[in-house]
């Protein structure tokens, strides 16, 4: 790579930083590809790990010694993390979004990149300090979310189906139990899907009794893994604690009242801002 301007190479030394999060990078690997002195990307980092903390972007760690380096750790603050889930609550509240059931319609929003990808760096400000192998989902709406936790983590992304599908290869499937509406269900992962022993943090993006992600608790019993962690988009508040399946996870915004006669729609910043 041509030598750079401080100015350039500052810019370029942050896009790099940004598009590898939780990966540990000697500073030779700066020193080399830009063919400057330790001691000036040193200098150039401390510029970047203040800015970073300044605009609560995250923190750039650094190590010191042989095998040392610097990592950058994405995260959000509280008061941001709040903007976001407040207008996530105000786009949830429209009134065309309610569907039979109390559902509400989500798909714009779960496709959209930019708010998904905020969405994805409040999980991995939340479960930073867990040690995680891989994120976990069911198809197929909570995809988008697990794909954006996982970028902001740079973990892989493991895919439950609902059907198994042959080019899979042999695979484990198991029943589980809707807790909305206690009808039974089939999940299946792939046994190449995911290592025996691993940490998993699971995100999905609507939780009403918790059955659908109990299931995925269950599915990981049987592959010897560790829940590591359950992030969920938008809980429903209409289930009675007792009815609920699941208690430890974080959410980002609660439904708490639906009303099909006047169509109106009530959400809440979920329990990650309780706290």
Request: glycine share 8%; proline share 3%; with cysteine.
């Amino acid at each position: 790579m041509k030598k750079l301007k401080r100015s350039a190479r500052l810019v370029e030394l942050t896009q790099y930083l940004l598009n590898r999060p939780h990966t540990l990078i000697p500073l030779t690997t700066f020193a080399d590809r830009y063919g400057a002195a330790k001691s000036s990307i040193s200098e150039d980092l401390a510029i970047i790990k203040e800015v970073f903390e300044d605009e609560g972007m995250g923190d750039l760690q650094t190590f010191a010694g042989a095998t040392g380096g610097v990592r950058f750790i994405p995260k959000m603050n509280k008061k941001q993390a709040l903007l976001f889930a407040q207008d996530l609550c105000a786009q949830l509240e429209q009134r065309d979004r309610i569907l039979p059931g109390g559902y509400l319609y989500m798909s714009d929003l779960l496709g959209e990149p930019s708010l998904m990808n905020e969405a994805g760096k409040i999980f991995a400000t939340a479960f930073a300090e867990k040690e995680i192998d891989c994120v976990m989902t069911v198809e197929t709406k909570g995809i988008p979310l697990a794909y954006a936790t996982g970028a902001q983590l740079n973990l892989p992304v493991v895919l439950v189906r609902r059907d198994h599908q042959v080019t899979e290869g042999s695979a484990v499937s198991i029943n589980y139990v809707s807790g909305s509406n206690k009808s039974i269900h089939t999940m299946s992962l792939s046994r190449r899907a995911l290592k025996e022993k691993s940490k998993v943090l699971i995100v999905d993006d609507f939780m009403k009794a918790g059955g659908t992600i109990q299931g995925m608790v269950d599915l990981l019993d049987e592959f010897n893994a560790e829940v590591a962690g359950v992030g969920v988009l938008v809980e429903s508040g209409a289930v009675e604690t007792e009815e609920r399946l699941l208690h430890d996870y974080v959410s980002l915004a609660k439904l708490t009242a639906v009303d099909f006669k006047s169509k109106q729609i009530l959400v809440s910043p979920g329990n990650y801002f309780e706290s």
